[in-house]
C-alpha cells in the first residue's frame, strides 16, 4: 500500500498548508487522498502517527536534496539548498532549527510508545532526528561526498543553517554565493 500512503502523506502536507494541525481532521486527510478513514488508521496507528511519517518523510526529502545539493555543487548548493527547503516548508524548518510553531504538530522526537498494530516501521516509532543530529548526518554525508574534513563539513553545514535562522534577501544569499565560487 505504499501509493496510499504516499497519497496520504501528501494529503496531510497539503492540509497543514492550508490550516494549523490542530484542525487538520483524519476523516478529511483520508477523503483528500480518496482512502477510507480505517486505512489511514491501519497505515498510521493515530494522527500523531501520521504526523511523524510526515516529519519523517520531510526529514528524508531534506537529506536526499542536500545530497544532491553536495554532489553537484558543494557546500555552496548545499546552503542554497537548505535555504530554499525552509523557506518552501514551514515543517522542514521547524525540523532543521527545533523550532516548532503552534500552526505544526507537536512532535516528541523520541521514540513514540508502541501502542497499536500497525508495523513500527510504518508508525515512525524510532527517533526523529533533531538539529543537532540534522547536521552530523549532513556533515557526515558532506565528508564522504566531498572528501573534505569533517570540522569544515560542519562549519559548511552550520553556516547553511544560519541563512534558515538568520534569513537575508535571496539576492543576498545568491550574491554571497557567487563572491564564494569566485
Same mark, same amino acid.
Given at each position: $500500500?505504499?501509493? =496510499? /500512503?504516499?497519497?496520504? @502523506?501528501?494529503?496531510?502536507?497539503? =492540509?497543514?498548508?492550508?490550516?494549523? &494541525?490542530?484542525? !487538520?481532521? $483524519?476523516?478529511? +486527510?483520508?477523503?483528500? *487522498?480518496? %482512502?477510507?478513514?480505517?486505512?489511514?488508521?491501519?497505515?498510521?496507528?493515530?494522527?500523531?502517527?501520521? *504526523?511523524?511519517?510526515?516529519?519523517?518523510?520531510?526529514?528524508?526529502?531534506?537529506? #536526499?536534496?542536500?545530497? /544532491?545539493? @553536495?554532489?553537484?555543487?558543494?557546500?555552496?548548493?548545499?546552503?542554497? &539548498? #537548505?535555504?530554499?527547503?525552509?523557506?518552501?516548508?514551514?515543517?522542514?524548518?521547524? %525540523? @532543521?532549527?527545533?523550532? &516548532?510553531?503552534?500552526?505544526?504538530?507537536?512532535?516528541?522526537?523520541?521514540?513514540?510508545?508502541? +501502542?497499536?498494530? +500497525?508495523?513500527?516501521?510504518?508508525?515512525?516509532?524510532?527517533?526523529?532526528?533533531?538539529?543537532?543530529? @540534522?547536521?552530523?548526518?549532513?556533515?557526515?554525508?558532506?565528508?564522504?561526498?566531498?572528501?573534505?574534513?569533517?570540522?569544515?563539513?560542519?562549519?559548511? !553545514?552550520?553556516?547553511?543553517?544560519? &541563512?534558515? +535562522?538568520?534569513?537575508?534577501?535571496?539576492?543576498?544569499?545568491?550574491?554571497?554565493?557567487?563572491?564564494?565560487?569566485?
Amino acid at each position: $500500500m505504499p501509493a =496510499a /500512503r504516499e497519497s496520504l @502523506l501528501d494529503a496531510a502536507g497539503a =492540509a497543514l498548508g492550508r490550516r494549523p &494541525w490542530s484542525a !487538520v481532521r $483524519m476523516v478529511d +486527510v483520508a477523503a483528500a *487522498a480518496s %482512502v477510507s478513514r480505517q486505512t489511514l488508521y491501519n497505515e498510521f496507528g493515530s494522527k500523531d502517527g501520521l *504526523a511523524r511519517a510526515l516529519v519523517r518523510r520531510e526529514t528524508d526529502l531534506y537529506l #536526499t536534496g542536500a545530497d /544532491r545539493a @553536495l554532489r553537484e555543487g558543494g557546500f555552496e548548493a548545499l546552503a542554497a &539548498w #537548505t535555504s530554499e527547503a525552509a523557506r518552501r516548508s514551514p515543517l522542514t524548518r521547524a %525540523v @532543521l532549527t527545533g523550532c &516548532w510553531s503552534e500552526r505544526l504538530p507537536a512532535i516528541d522526537l523520541a521514540p513514540a510508545p508502541h +501502542v497499536s498494530g +500497525v508495523p513500527a516501521q510504518r508508525r515512525a516509532d524510532g527517533p526523529l532526528p533533531g538539529p543537532a543530529e @540534522l547536521v552530523a548526518a549532513v556533515r557526515d554525508r558532506a565528508a564522504a561526498l566531498l572528501g573534505r574534513p569533517a570540522g569544515e563539513c560542519e562549519l559548511a !553545514v552550520r553556516i547553511a543553517l544560519s &541563512w534558515v +535562522v538568520a534569513p537575508a534577501g535571496e539576492a543576498d544569499l545568491a550574491r554571497l554565493l557567487r563572491t564564494r565560487a569566485a
